[in-house]
């Protein structure tokens, strides 16, 4: 980051007078937050702004003030396009990608591709709610209460409740700063990290039941049946894989999520610093972080099962 992204960031936004942002397709909590973070405040400024999520907002943020102006498509015409916590244009959704080139990426995954005409990536970050929090007032934008709680949810999804190995001192005291607005820390944290349908629970049943060890390698699969039986919803694997991370044997975890046409959903974690799983995600078009990446993966659930495990032991 330098004071050059910061003038330029301040000068584009002060321009912009129709802005649209948006985050990455399957939006998580940081992608959210970032979202209504960097929204409301600009949105307080005076500014004309869209927040769009073509698969909507998930259920689980819906209780964040704001979120009702969420859309899911885009109205009008907009001069500055901001896309938030995505690391390449492929994971912007299929109805944006007629926007072309973005005016913003602020992100902070190491396997951003600095795709956008500004790009303030900052892969030491915990979050990307992390580096809106730090630099929304050098950008002359005001963090609302609203705002705040938004920002704090990032935090704490994409720390896994403050207990990645990433955590730093700076993002504790970035949290006691948003907590000034007012805002109730365990009720956000209890809706964020917790809070689980009983639907979602049935499904990690279905899940752990398929559960399996090699070595230091943990993994669980979900069906498509699986989804049907227990009628969850979510094309994901409602969080089972931050529980899966807890098994102390296995210092990397992995969850396979059998998709429609013939593709598969899958998630890593890894614990500690020795690991890269982003390395991994990346060789199958996916990415995230050195401890927790992701990938969409076309072809059928029992091949790709093989070639992801087989790759994935090869970093260990």
Avoid at 8 to 13: F, G
Avoid at 124 to 145: K, Q, Y
Avoid at 206 to 226: C, N, P, V, Y
């Amino acid at each position: 980051m330098t004071e050059t992204n910061d003038a330029s960031i301040k000068r584009r936004l002060g321009e912009a007078e129709k802005i649209l942002i948006t985050g990455h397709i399957r939006p998580d909590g940081d992608a959210i937050g970032s979202m209504l973070g960097l929204g409301l405040a600009l949105l307080a400024a005076g500014k004309d702004v869209q927040m769009v999520l073509p698969e909507g907002l998930p259920k689980a943020f819906r209780h964040l003030d704001g979120s009702d102006l969420v859309k899911k498509t885009v109205e009008g015409s907009i001069d500055t396009f901001i896309v938030v916590d995505c690391a390449d244009f492929e994971r912007v959704h299929e109805d944006l990608k007629y926007l072309d080139i973005p005016s913003i990426n602020i992100d902070h995954h190491i396997t951003n591709q600095s795709y956008a005409e500004i790009n303030l990536v900052e892969a030491d970050s915990v979050s990307t709610t992390s580096i809106l929090t730090e630099h929304l007032p050098a950008w002359g934008l005001e963090i609302t209460s609203a705002g705040a709680a938004a920002l704090l949810t990032g935090l704490i999804t994409d720390t896994l409740g403050f207990r990645t190995f990433n955590m730093n001192p700076k993002a504790l005291r970035q949290a006691a700063d948003l907590m000034e607005f007012g805002l109730d820390l365990p009720k956000l944290y209890y809706q964020a990290q917790v809070s689980r349908s009983f639907k979602a629970a049935l499904y990690w049943g279905a899940g752990l039941s398929t559960l399996e060890r090699d070595g230091q390698i943990a993994w669980a699969t979900l069906s498509l049946e699986d989804r049907r039986a227990v009628g969850y919803h979510g094309n994901d694997d409602a969080d089972l894989i931050n529980m899966l991370s807890a098994i102390e044997e296995s210092p990397v975890v992995l969850v396979f999520v059998e998709q429609p046409h013939d593709r598969v959903k899958v998630s890593w974690r890894a614990r500690g610093e020795s690991w890269d799983v982003a390395q991994v995600a990346a060789g199958f078009g996916g990415g995230g972080h050195r401890a927790a990446a992701g990938a969409l993966i076309e072809g059928s659930l029992d091949e790709i099962k093989q070639r992801v495990l087989g790759a994935t032991r090869s970093i260990l």
